[in-house]
């Protein structure tokens, strides 16, 4: 039975593995300007961002319906994607940490490209990006213009669907203080070019299919059913943690020490790379000129025949391999595959399909050698990439009086590609293969590098290549070609598209350690010495001085009494600190936080604490980036016994959510000191909510009646900046009282805790209830450490 579990994925992007595939598509770079308001905004985003599921789903109706209607597209399967990237600058920006990954990189590691970028000087040499392809003729990506911190991928079937998706994305953007840098087009060509670039050759004919994802073929191990000679190649090779190919250099993959946050992601390639329709053409027949003055052609050869031999596929996707003599018009030879050059064709010397050609150069199948020692195809397994790109601009015309379809207009291929391995995929292929006169290597003449996308590259290669054929005499024959560029790069970025659990994760300012995974038979926990934000911490109700801890999807129980400040390398009773006394397990352990993967903030209901065995609580926790809340119950004894009293629940029954920006997400609770409860009889308190604008708080109370307990808005939103003790701090996650530090001398000190940090802050009993702070910030690890 074949495992398809992939297709099920909820986690994963949508775009990485099943692929958008529509016909209109934008890339909107994004450059962010307030870290909190952009947080505000992934939040927002992230319900909408397509899942492999949802998109994996919708291609294979799709599928279905087009051959039950002979292959036209249906037209009532209509579909909007967005995916979502970061690059290294966002994700510092968007965290906040100025050395975000430097610890994992290593030198050569695909980690270091990521932080690198392709516009470092070292990697655009190596890449070929030199003389008009420099990033100094670049319209994004390099230093002239503004850093980009997102790309934004918004793909759909229609111009309209386009349109109003991007009208949607540009408003949000625009209201979290974003600016878009750039907008990239990309377009299916109209009419009979559909499919094609703008050389005029059928594009993404020979993408890999994927182990877990597409049907193997009973009859052919390791290859797709649907897609006869497709090899399967394994996840890994396109998301972050999943298994590679064996052949795969584990090095520049990093899988050592890349973060477990970056897993079930992908790194993403964009590349804006103009092509000269004209350039080629002439250059095509010039160099066709040549081989027929040297005899090394007939002379009735055309330029479609020798055209098809730089590209390895005639115009319609079909391998000159197999119709070496003329393009065939089976269309279904244009989505041939099932073809190397070893087996079959017998053609290691590229004397029907040039060593150079684009084919052999960007994925050189079985027929690859070195030394005389043919090459296992699982060595080329791990440099395959997955591309997702479309051409932008009008097709060339120089019949047309239309300026768009003019030479000078701005016409090539947004090139997308997804991969696990910077530097062993996208860069190994066009370093080490497309540029690399010398690949294949041991050569007696260097085949040269691949023409369609070369060319004489500065410092790189000459632009010659060996072109091998048979002279009428029957013997062999080299004959040098020379080509020049006539693709050229005008952008360039490396971006990571995370999960959708790091995206929420983003999105909380909470990407500063290790991901707890969750989910059936998953058990795992946080190292006990990572720095972790907290999400909410609980007394227990009946030990002085314990708490529960809620800490990235783990429970614990902790100590912060004498018994366990002694058990403690440091600290005393004025510099407390936590001891972790028991790990409870993920937060499904508790049966009261059943679907809860995503915990943000605790209330004790104030009037229900030690109440007929048992205390109360209102469990405040996002589903699909919208957040809710639950009423659950815990006895008051060990086994403590969590049970949930009610489904989850609308913020929107809380009056006191109202105000002049209404809540969408609560972060924390704060009791008024001498509000527990007030002179009204009502409990008060400070609640602080995240908004487009960062976090506020705001005050409110809580009235005594039954389970409706009334509550109400009594002072409306403040910045944190009103509070002198939480200077510095943009995010507060939770608040926990230090024991027997409530009201000494007038004072009630507070642990609180943001992001992967925490502090001391003493709060004056009564009046303004002014603040302080009684220490400085230390790290999350610090304070519920291990004996």
Known sequence: MNDLSLRQDTEIQGDIIAGFKKDYVRLLLLQFGNAMAARSWLERITPKIATTQQVAAFNQEFSKARKSSGGDDPATLKATWLGLSFTYQGLRFLTGQADLLHAEAKTGDTLEAFIQGPADPGRVEALGDTDDSAPGFWVFGDTNHPAVHAVLTVASDTQNGLKAALDEQRLAAGQAGAMIVFEQEGVALPGAKRGKEHFGFK????????????????????????????????????????????????????????????????????????????????????????????????????????????????????????????????????????????????????????????????????????????????????????????????????????????????????????????????????????????????????????????????????????????????????????????????????????SISTLRLLAQGRLTGAVTETGPGVTTQPPQSQNLPMDAVIPLPDVEG?????????????????????????????????????????????????????????????????????????????????QVYRYVTIADTDPYTPQTAGEDLPLSRWASFGGSSPVTHVDAFLPFPDGQPGSDGTYWYWMFHTTPVGQRHRVISIGRSGQAHPDRLRRDDRKLTAWQSLEGVTRVDAFHPVPGRQNAGGLHWYWVFHQDQYRVIAITHGGDHTDDVLRDDRPTAVWSRQA
């Open 203 to 498: 594009d993404g004919v020979s993408e890999p299919a994927v182990a877990g994802f597409d049907e193997e073929d009973p009859n052919r191990r390791g290859f797709a059913k649907e897609h006869p000679g497709t090899r399967l190649i394994p996840a890994g090779e396109f998301v972050v943690g999943k298994p590679l190919a064996p052949e795969h250099d584990k090095g520049t993959a990093a899988t050592a020490t890349i973060p477990s946050w970056m897993h079930n992601g992908s790194f993403q390639v964009v590349r804006r790379l103009e092509q000269d329709v004209a350039g080629w053409w002439a250059q095509v027949d010039a160099q066709l000129r040549r081989l027929k003055d040297l005899k090394a052609v007939p002379e009735d050869t055309k330029r479609d025949w020798f055209a098809a031999r730089l590209v390895g596929r005639w115009r319609n996707g079909a391998p000159v391999c197999k119709h070496p003599d003329r393009q065939p018009d089976d269309p279904g030879a244009a989505a041939d595959n099932d073809f190397d050059f070893l087996h079959g064709t017998d053609d290691p010397d590229g004397l029907t399909t040039p060593l150079f050609s684009h084919l052999r150069k960007t994925n050189p199948r079985a027929g690859l050698a070195a030394g005389g020692t043919p090459v296992d195809e699982r060595f080329i397994d791990a440099r395959r990439i997955m591309r997702r790109g479309a051409p932008y601009g009008q097709p060339f015309d120089p019949t047309s009086d239309l300026p768009d379809n003019g030479p000078d207009a701005p016409r090539g291929l947004m090139f997308v590609c997804y991969q696990a391995d910077l530097v062993g995929q996208f860069e190994f292929i066009q370093v080490d293969w497309i540029n690399d006169a010398d690949f294949p290597p041991g050569r007696e003449n260097k085949p040269g590098p691949d023409p369609m996308v070369s060319g004489q590259l500065a410092t790189v290669n000459d632009g010659r290549v060996s072109y091998e054929g048979t002279a009428p005499s029957g013997e062999r024959q080299t004959t040098t070609l020379d080509f020049k560029p006539f693709v050229r790069t005008r952008g360039a970025l490396y971006a990571f598209t995370p």
């Open 546 to 626: 314990g708490a529960w801890t809620f800490q990235q999807g783990a429970i614990r129980v902790i100590g912060t009494g004498g018994t366990e400040i002694r058990q403690l390398t440091t600290g005393d009773v004025g510099d407390r600190t936590a001891l972790v006394v028991k790990n409870v397990g993920p937060y499904p352990t508790w049966p009261a936080l059943k679907g809860v993967t995503q915990l943000d903030t605790i209330l004790p209901v104030p009037d229900e604490q030690r109440v007929n065995g048992k205390s109360s609580y209102w469990v405040f926790h996002t589903v699909g980036g919208q």
